[in-house]
């Protein structure tokens, strides 16, 4: 029962080259979000899909990019790293059944950016 | 603008104290109040809160909302080494995207 699986673990990028993070859900959710957790500043929401097809921006899109092909699958984007993108991305999926439901998360990306 | 306000940001206290962590609010159209519990990688869901007065319990941590304040505090009592994390707070405002704002988080740190 994997839940929500993020893939790399770890990355360390050099500024103004590019990556891709991956999210995974085995649960059939409806919802993923994608986050940043920097030290301080609380978790922060970067984008965020109401389904296959569909995303729209949170509280910190400048500089990401996201894509959900699939509806187990959410990407996020870095074009061109910078330093200030150094931070610990969690993704979160969550069900869209009767009443409200709790978002799941995965265990996070660190990422470095140098 | 929604927010999420929590304190204290970090404590630190002795095995067997109790502890209290609170959470206030102000967004547009609240649905719930949601607890997380952080230790060293995912948030790992506690409990959720809908209504005002009904206490949530699991084990030793318990959680009440109150709706026409706008707080909501996270009790745990006879605390453990174990408890140590970081005590995320985070609020489902309404309509068609069910977005999370989350509070900074309160640091707790049991010592032995």
């Known amino acids: 029962n994997a839940g929500v699986t993020q893939t790399p673990k770890f990355r360390v990028l050099k500024t103004g080259q590019s990556m891709t993070l991956l999210c995974a859900q085995d649960?059939?959710?409806?919802?993923m979000y994608w986050y940043r957790q920097d030290p301080g500043m609380g978790l922060r929401l970067i984008h965020y899909?109401?389904?296959?097809?569909?995303?729209a921006k949170g509280e910190v899109p400048d500089g990401y990019n996201v894509s959900r092909l699939k509806k187990q699958n959410f990407l996020l984007g870095l074009e061109s790293a910078a330093p200030s993108q150094t931070s610990v991305y969690f993704c979160?999926?969550?069900?869209?059944?009767?009443?409200?439901?709790?978002?799941?998360f995965g265990d996070g990306t660190r990422l470095s950016i140098l | 603008e929604d927010k999420v306000v929590q304190s204290p940001l970090s404590l630190v206290v002795h095995e067997g104290d109790t502890v209290t962590l609170n959470c206030s609010y102000e967004?547009?159209?609240?649905?719930?109040l949601l607890w997380y519990k952080q230790e060293k990688k995912a948030p790992t869901f506690l409990f959720m809160l809908?209504?005002?007065?009904i206490e949530k319990k699991s084990g030793r941590l318990s959680s009440i909302l109150d709706k026409k304040e706008l707080f909501s505090i996270l009790n745990i009592t006879a605390t453990q080494t174990g408890d140590s994390a970081i005590y995320l707070c985070?609020?489902?405002?309404?309509?068609?995207?069910?977005?999370?704002?989350f509070g900074k988080g309160t640091l707790l740190t049991v010592n032995p």
């Open positions: 979160a999926s969550r069900d869209t059944g009767a009443g409200n439901q709790p978002q799941h």
């Open positions: 899909s109401v389904g296959e097809g569909t995303t």
């Open positions: 967004v547009t159209n609240f649905r719930s």
């Open positions: 649960m059939n959710h409806e919802y």
């Open positions: 809908t209504s005002s007065g």
């Open positions: 985070a609020v489902h405002s309404g309509g068609s995207n069910y977005k999370l704002t």
